[in-house]
């Protein structure tokens, strides 16, 4: 045997535990639904990780403010006139129909073409985007009255399509978020404004409930946190991610 082919074999017989190893740790990943060569909607994720949303949006670039401030104009008219909310947001349509064009509701104004770049964007609902905190409890629980108290406000409706959670993951199942942006929050004194991810809180108001809402907000209480943990996960993916 030549002094080439030896180096050869040589070279062979060192590789060949590192190229078993890493193919016993490839399979194990594999079986154990830790390695994923693809993510569940299909793409494939390279060694630098996938991002989910690289083309999501942060900034304003559709008609959600002026959406935001009709439905707010037209629900405080519904409630002024009615005593009570509309139960359906779909109502509004019908109930403001004589008013000018510029302030009437319409099926325009459920919804910002901007969401179809949103990190929670489905298809199925599009449409019908926003998030119309009225017809819940507030955030102790307790009910949502239609006229607030005196210094008091509560939210109406928002959205969560200015919210980027940058979600990256990896083949190995590890992921990391840098989340940015902002939520549009439509309050019961009409005004419309821009909060940041850090005003979105989860305040426990009995053990083992919790609720969401946002700064400024009757029944948000000082040990209410940011909801950071289960809010930038992408959804169907099980790992935890790093912040």
């Known amino acids: 045997m030549t002094k080439t082919k030896k180096r050869l074999l040589f070279t062979a ?8 190893t890493t193919i016993g740790i490839r399979l194990y990943l594999a079986k154990t639904g830790r390695w994923m060569d693809r993510y569940q909607d299909g793409r494939a994720i ?27 104009g037209a629900i405080r008219a519904y ?9 359906d947001p779909r109502w509004l349509i019908e109930f403001t129909k004589k008013w000018p064009e510029s302030t009437r509701v319409t099926a325009d104004c459920f919804d ?8 929670t964007f489905d298809s199925t609902d599009f449409g019908f ?17 239609v006229f607030p108290g005196p210094g008091e406000r509560d939210v ?8 980027r959670s940058n979600s990256t993951v990896y083949k190995t199942g590890s992921g990391s978020t840098k989340p940015e942006g902002h939520y549009l929050v439509a309050w019961s004194d009409g005004k419309v404004e821009e909060l940041p991810i850090s005003a979105y809180k989860r305040t426990q108001f009995h053990l083992g409930s919790a609720r969401m809402g946002f700064v400024g907000e009757p ?9 950071m943990e289960t809010r930038f996960t992408p959804v169907g993916y099980y790992q935890t991610f790093k912040k």
């Open 46 to 72: 390279p060694i630098t990780g996938l991002k989910l949303n690289p083309d999501g949006l942060t900034n304003l670039q559709g008609d959600a403010k002026d959406d935001f401030r009709r439905l707010a």
């Open 13 to 20: 017989l060192l590789l060949l535990p590192i190229a078993v």
């Open 129 to 145: 985007g926003y998030l119309w905190a009225y017809r819940s409890p507030r955030p102790d629980g307790k009910p949502r009255p």
């Open 112 to 119: 910002t073409p901007d969401r179809k770049k949103s990190d």
């Open 219 to 227: 029944g948000i209480d000082e040990n209410s946190k940011v909801d």
């Open 156 to 163: 109406w409706l928002y959205t969560d399509t200015y919210v």
């Open 79 to 87: 409630a002024d006139k009615n005593q009570r909310f509309p139960d």
